[in-house]
């Protein structure tokens, strides 16, 4: 067997314990964020029917897809790329008993058999927020504030982190101004979305297809780069891109309701945001990075009619997806990950049990370790034979223990004593009142 | 697209929140008592190379796998059907590097390609957890006592649940002296694991294949059939497999070590315990429910050469996995799961907010819930037009919130009125006391 199928696969990952605690660490941040934004956690199979995945991206998913038969099988299924088409599901299957609004969120992992590269892995996590059945502004505001909540848990700030907002239905009127034809706004949106991905030429080709003059495509580049505080008045943000005020009206509800919210230095208008899926109906965003590097870090947006492509109800709905790829290089680049390598993130042992080596002492310990693991009490001890309680507390202090329990001949008397590893105090103590102490302590 | 396409997978779920509460509270017993238990948690691909697989199983195991390849690449993966490979090469690839004993679990999603059944799904959950790096009877009983004491605090009882266990030392021993040739022991532990499944002819042909004469499978017969308390004499255990006490003698310490742990009425000696896999090594046991109903709930043991196999040193090792299918039923049986229906495992609200519709009401509502979200309490508040206050008290109950929060036109004032739902008082408090307030009552 060659060497490196005695590895992870190319594109996924192992998990050690700190890399795991790291991970754990950024679920615990989404999972707060959703919890206490009044979200339910759901889940759905890991892998789905293939067509699943072509009723909204169309044949051309396929090939980003691992997909696979069971032998003897006749169904094709793929890996999830996405958690979208599952949602979409279980809301068709039930869309007649679920209570209204739905508030749900997952943390699933997500495969794309793509070429691995920097901020884009074979399998990784993602965070789902999603509300369906409420339309407007103030939905589309608090699921952008879950992401952020968050975000300010994880410890990230504005300057960390921009939030660039665009609204479909304000840059669908600005591209008709600039004469784009309603049946050629579709295709206006993809060149808006590829336009970095694209050489000079190739754009100015593309462009004049869409009917755009060279004026007129001077405009499209000034849309593209249109980036703007949040709360610039709605006025300005029309002067800017030169259209009447009410082009961009679609914009201020969400300004205002962002503003109220106390979160308008973390947001940004970028009208270049498109989003490439086309199932978008109205706002759209990513979180990027504030400088820009690495790709984004969450995407999202508004679209009302995703539920009914599935077969289900008209629903309007709104939400995101964020990868943890992206989010742990911004996190480790801003050095709040740092802690992680010495431990930091990993659970807290309340007690870390040490015997002298006395016969009475030995067998006292197998009881009392695992009566404190009874009673809730993350208890550890040396699997070392060597019983130089100097050498075991050095053990005890590296994994970060709070206090530290040697057991002796006074066992045999019902007492034991405990030191605390943070105060350098130690006290002889009653083995009935342990429980109680360390309750106290916590 | 047939409807069976809009569906779950055939053998995997959808989890809509209370079914995700469900498998959140199995996975915090399994976690809480891995964590308390001094395990840490680590995590591996969902899908490795199959050759993986064959290692441990050989080619049998290939069509029980879901295998597939990517588009255009050399690489034949398989979705894990199990974590003990994945656990194997984490440990060869850091041998050298990690502290020993390495102390790890894990809760991963596995899959297996069967045909779906009571208790056997194609996607499902299973808790890992293994030690490795100790030999012995302590590390054993240490093992046994943490998936012991995750059942304790998922509310079972030794009244629920058995922990039947062998060893292979002393099953050895004992088919030895009924005639089994030692060439022959491997297929005598195949032929005890499979004698249920085989008729009364067969199962004659193959003993006799062995070597065994009519007695001798007798004898064979009772070996199988020997269940006996855990804290049953040695020699009386020797004496009912009609055996030298020297003979069961691998079994006294690791009685001796869960009876010290208090776990003697959890665990039942149960000589028929074979564990289909040939790579264990001692001890082996599985979890049941204590009349025999259902499949296994875990099973595991020791494993004393399977690091090598996969390349790296020799390691003494032991553990088990635990899926959440066969579990959940279990649970359900003895009605430990039905407060799930009425939501009794989704996480309380803290707060309720509702607004009797006033202006300044209104937007106050706003502020207020993302500033209470930020502060770190879990908000709801209705999405319906109505400003009906008994049918909003109504909503706040059917989520299990602790408090209503009424904002009305005091709250131009600074004040708002907090309702205790459980004690039915309410009081009007200052917003700026809020928090303080609510953070006291959790």
């Known amino acids: 067997m060659s060497s490196h199928k005695l ?18 660490h950024i679920e615990a941040a989404w999972r707060s964020a959703s919890v206490d934004s009044g979200f339910d956690e759901i889940e759905g199979p890991t892998f789905e029917h293939l067509e699943l995945y072509t009723i909204k991206s169309g044949e051309g998913i396929v090939n980003e897809l691992f997909s696979f038969t069971r032998a003897g099988g006749d169904d094709t299924y793929a890996l999830r790329p ?24 997952c943390m699933p992992a997500m495969f794309r058999a793509e070429r691995p590269q920097r901020g884009r892995l074979r399998e990784f996590q993602q965070w789902n927020v999603d509300l369906i059945g409420v339309a407007g502004a103030e939905a589309d505001a608090e699921v952008i504030a879950t992401g952020i909540l968050a975000l300010e848990r994880l410890g990230l700030r504005p300057t960390d982190v921009q939030v660039r907002i665009s609204h479909r239905d304000a840059v669908a009127n600005i591209l008709r101004r600039l004469g784009v034809a309603a049946e ?4 206006a949106f993809e060149l808006l979305d590829r336009r970095d991905k694209l050489d000079a030429a190739e754009f100015a080709k593309r462009a004049a297809a869409l009917g755009l003059d060279e004026g007129a495509r001077a405009g499209f580049e000034r849309v593209a780069r249109t980036t703007l505080p949040i709360a610039t ?10 259209v009447p005020v009410e082009d961009v009206e679609p914009l201020a509800a969400l300004r205002d309701r962002l503003s109220a919210l106390g979160l308008a230095d973390w947001c940004r208008w970028d009208l270049g945001i498109v989003r490439g899926l086309a199932y978008y109906t109205g706002m759209v965003f990513e979180f990027h990075e ?6 984004a870090i969450a995407g999202g947006g508004r679209y009302d009619t995703l539920v009914e492509l599935f077969g289900g109800p008209k629903l309007p709905a709104c939400g995101f997806g964020m990868g943890d790829v992206v989010l742990s290089l911004v996190l480790a680049d801003r050095g709040l990950l740092k802690d992680a390598e010495a431990g930091a993130f990993l659970p807290r042992p309340d007690v870390f ?5 006395a016969e009475a002492a030995e067998r006292g310990v197998a ?8 009673a809730g009490f993350h208890v550890r001890r040396s699997y070392k034979q060597t ?7 050095g053990d005890a202090n590296k994994v970060r223990a709070r206090f530290a329990l040697i057991v002796d001949d006074k066992f045999a008397d019902g007492v034991v004593t405990l030191k605390d590893l943070g105060a350098g105090t130690q006290a002889d103590v009653w083995r009935e009142d342990l429980d109680g102490l360390l309750r106290r302590a916590r």
């Open 7 to 24: 590895q992870a696969p190319k594109g996924t990952r192992d998990w050690y314990p700190n890399e795991m605690s790291v991970r754990r």
């Open 82 to 105: 996405e958690f979208t088409p599952t949602l979409a599901r279980m809301v068709v299957a039930r869309a007649a008993q679920l209570p209204m609004p739905i508030k749900w969120f």
């Open 184 to 187: 050629s706004l579709h295709a």
């Open 233 to 242: 008045d709605i006025a300005e943000l029309a002067r800017n891109v030169d």
């Open 290 to 295: 504030a400088s820009g590097a690495e790709r």
């Open 353 to 357: 049990l040490l015997s002298n080596g």
């Open 367 to 374: 009881g009392l370790e695992h009566s404190l693991r009874r």
């Open 387 to 393: 019983r130089n309680i100097g050498k075991l507390l």
